[in-house]
């Protein structure tokens, strides 16, 4: 089996301008790219031109509307990384329904909590059937259980076994809901974002123009990102099938055992774009860098996205580093902010820059809110490095607001709004979660923090997730990368938030104890304080948290604070003196 081209001879490139999916399926089965899927030893599995995708889609649609399945109900589906889930999410468009993909299992353990997200979603989704992999048809059969509504659910073989019959299909037009996108900060009470088949178009034709990726004849994408997340869903499927781009895919899972072969596939496909959170990176160059190919050559990567949390500079320049000599160019870097609520993109940053720092003073910073320039850079006590994310993609408004709504100047810090064509109507079925972030002329309020910096965005993290310490305003990422730094854990084993003690809020750090002994322990957490301390001048309480439980996660496998702080208020979490105790997940 050969990976499909990387360009059509037969079919002219559009980039973007349709009015729906099903109409952009359509025409990119003229051609002869589709999409290919790789295991962890880099092996080509399955190979489906997109004419394929498209046939299959519809015999699953005509299955799902001879089944009595009305337009405009919705379909959980599950979402692997297999050609299942694009049976089932085209299928879906073609027939008329609303698929909602949801992830699969993240972690180590946390059964009874992901069968608590699937009861949460099914509600909230109003979901008439469940379908996925065969390994989750159990979860779903118990999940559905509860709800009535639910006529279908298991594996995919619950769709095959449907009778096709001769019916007309019916695909989502331009006016239509495309999907339902639950946002990846969803916990108790996950948030089911609205995504129109309007305002994915237009953030479909954003991203892949001059002012974001600017996609040519010939690209290729390559991803490893979870299709249930949006910057996998729209960043490595629409995207590309929009511009009728090959994908070439690894599942999650993969990528975390054998992070090397994302950019062997690269290499040997010679893959032009790209994306990964900052971990990614990281992972891909601990990993890698004892063990690169003789053979690796990464100059055809011309679009090496980062985005989907804050954005870890000296991570990127530690990749650069170890791959340039494989031909990467680190100016191939290109910093981007978005989120569900817009479908995915806001900012790009400027081609072929690569990645831009703006070094600030700590102390301003965190007193009066403002991103003034640091006297010395070198000084780690008093400096503090923010990535620029770029400019805000045409036909699209973006202000920095403060406390009292006023705008903000340069460097002032405040809230980040945003609103244009891309903005979600609201959630589903939510109109008081919706009106909550949401101004009646369109103003959507992201729940982030930055601020201006000649034009383009600096964003420097949650509002929810900022800790306040007698005035002073300290951001949770600076006291986990600065536990990093001092070799204390490895990145991502620490989560840092404030509790309310009564007497003033006080910093508590969440950390994975990979040590058993109680001496070890005390060591710990006396190093973790000590880190604290030195780089933040601040003092903290420390938990330590089993391995085996792991810190929780979003369902984008992004470190939840929110979670790890109500296992730490429910006693969950064990004193550095103590023995570790069973933590849900």
Not at 45 to 50: D, G, Q, V, Y
Not at 222 to 243: E, K, R, T
Not at 364 to 375: E, R, V
């Amino acid at each position: 089996m050969d990976p499909l081209p990387s360009r059509n001879t037969r079919l002219a490139q559009r980039r973007a301008g349709f009015a729906s999916a099903s109409e952009m399926l359509d025409y990119a089965a003229q051609g002869q790219t589709g999409i290919s899927f790789y295991n962890a030893k880099g092996e080509l599995l399955t190979a489906l031109a997109w004419r394929e995708v498209r046939e299959r889609a519809h015999v699953t649609a005509r299955k799902l509307i001879g089944a009595g399945f009305a337009v405009g109900e919705r379909l959980l589906i599950t979402a692997d990384t297999w050609p299942g889930f694009f049976d089932s999410f085209f299928g879906a468009q073609y027939a008329g329904l609303i698929p909602v993909p949801v992830s699969i299992p993240v972690g180590i353990g946390g059964k009874d909590a992901y069968l608590d997200q699937l009861r949460r979603q099914l509600a909230a989704s109003g979901a008439v059937a469940a379908v996925g992999i065969d390994d989750l048809a159990g979860f779903l059969a118990a999940a559905a259980g509860e709800y009535p509504a639910v006529r279908l659910h298991g594996g995919k073989g619950i769709l095959d076994a449907l009778p096709e019959k001769a019916v007309d299909l019916r695909p989502l037009g331009p006016g239509d809901l495309c999907y339902i996108q639950f946002s990846s900060g969803s916990t108790r009470h996950p948030h089911g974002v609205q995504i129109t088949q309007r305002a994915l178009m237009a953030n479909l034709a954003g991203m892949t123009g001059p002012a974001g990726l600017d996609v040519i004849p010939g690209d290729r994408a390559v991803s490893w990102l979870p299709l249930y997340h949006d910057m996998g869903l729209i960043g490595f499927l629409m995207a590309p099938l929009s511009c009728q781009l090959s994908i070439d895919y690894l599942t999650p899972r993969d990528f975390a055992r054998r992070p090397m072969q994302w950019l062997n596939v690269i290499s040997r496909n010679r893959g032009t774009i790209s994306y990964s959170p900052s971990f990614g990176y990281d992972l891909s160059t601990r990993r890698g860098v004892t063990q690169v190919p003789a053979g690796l050559d990464l100059s055809c990567w011309r679009r090496a996205g980062i985005g989907g949390d804050m954005i870890r500079p000296e991570v990127l320049n530690r990749f650069a580093d170890a791959f340039e000599p494989s031909g990467f160019d680190r100016k191939a870097f290109i910093p981007s902010y978005g989120m569900a609520e817009v479908c995915l993109a806001i900012t790009f940053s400027p081609k072929g820059v690569g990645v831009r720092t703006d070094v600030v003073d700590r102390v301003a910073l965190g007193k009066d809110q403002a991103a003034i320039p640091a006297a010395n850079p070198q000084d780690a006590q008093r400096a503090r490095s923010f990535v620029l994310c770029g400019r805000v993609l045409p036909g699209h408004l973006l202000e920095v607001r403060g406390p009292d709504g006023k705008l903000l100047a340069d460097r002032g810090v405040g809230r980040i709004f945003i609103k244009g064509p891309s903005v979600m109507p609201g959630y589903f079925g939510e109109p008081e979660a919706s009106r909550e972030v949401l101004s009646d002329d369109g103003w959507l309020d992201t729940g982030d923090l930055g601020y201006w910096l000649a034009g383009e965005i600096v964003v420097t993290g949650r509002a929810k997730d900022l800790i306040i310490i007698n005035g002073r305003n300290v951001w949770p990422q600076d006291i986990e990368w600065a536990i990093e730094a001092r070799g204390v854990v490895k990145s991502g084993d620490a989560a840092a938030f404030s509790i309310d003690t009564g007497a003033g809020e006080r910093v508590v750090v969440a950390v994975l104890a990979r040590v058993s002994g109680k001496e070890e322990r005390l060591a710990l957490a006396r190093d973790v304080a000590g880190a604290v301390r030195e780089a933040i001048a601040v003092d903290c309480d420390v938990a330590l948290v089993p391995p085996t439980s792991g810190l929780p996660m979003t369902t984008s496998g992004k470190l939840s604070r929110t979670r790890t702080k109500a296992n730490y208020l429910a006693g969950l979490y064990a004193a550095p003196a103590s023995p570790p105790k069973p933590v849900a997940a």
